[in-house]
């Protein structure tokens, strides 16, 4: 196995665990997400704090994705990869934000139990929810920007089949659109048009992280160990 196979094999396991780590958070965070007098309960604190480490993991993972990548696609466009990596950070220090607020809920819960306070702490619960909520969207949202950035680097460069990444340039200004109809107050999460932009964006990632783990790159001049340079009078046919 080759360094580039590797490389190949390494992000696209990542991009696995993004998907198994961000799915079973989902679930696990239910408890404190959908009841707002979570705080104020007996609470499910151990699933949930394993759900908020399950959200560290896809957050590690997205960095991962990003700098497993970075040495190989720069070849093909550094600003375009520097601007992927740059993306990916945001979007995990943002899932980050959340994890800390869903966390605080936990220990604030068990705090304002142990000392009979637990009335005064809802609004705060409350808060902090709605603090993982927007992060929720602000984090993953940069799904769109990752596959315009990334999309545009492996079409150019050949590295998967291009029917892998045009999904992500299709998909991807649709879901930003969809996030800043969000911000702007104009839809809601779990509308229509989140299902028609976040379809793309998971067969997008999806298909990604599955042909790098089990195929890996296609060959390209980008990922060839020497480059080859032809002169000027050979090229123009002289």
Do not use: C
């Not at 299709?170 to 509308?191: K, N």
């Amino acid at each position: 196995m080759d360094a580039t196979r590797k490389t190949a094999l390494v992000a696209g396991i990542l991009y696995l665990i993004t998907f198994v780590s961000s799915i079973a958070a989902f679930f696990l965070l239910h408890p404190v997400l959908s009841d707002a007098n979570y705080i104020t309960g007996p609470g499910a604190d151990t699933q949930v704090s394993l759900g908020a480490m399950l959200d560290l993991v896809n957050a590690l993972a997205a960095i991962g994705t990003a700098v497993a990548l970075f040495p190989v696609v720069r070849r093909q466009h550094e600003g375009l990869a520097l601007g992927f990596v740059t993306s990916r950070m945001f979007e995990a220090a943002v899932i980050v934000i959340g994890v800390v607020s869903i966390l605080s809920v936990v220990t604030l819960r068990q705090d304002g139990a142990a000392n009979g306070d637990a009335g005064s702490l809802l609004p705060v619960g409350q808060a902090l929810v709605a603090v993982h909520d927007w992060a929720s969207i602000l984090g993953p949202g940069m799904a769109g920007v990752n596959a315009l950035l990334l999309g545009t680097l492996m079409y150019r460069s050949g590295l998967v089949p291009r029917w892998i990444p045009t999904i992500g340039l299709i998909g991807g200004p649709v879901y930003l659109s969809f996030v800043i109809a969000i911000v702007l107050g104009s839809s809601d999460a779990g509308s229509t048009w989140e299902a028609i932009g976040g379809a793309p964006m998971f067969v997008w990632e999806l298909s990604l992280g599955l042909w790098m783990t089990f195929k890996g790159f296609r060959p390209s001049p980008i990922t060839s160990s020497t480059v080859s340079t032809v002169p000027a009078q050979v090229a123009v046919g002289v």
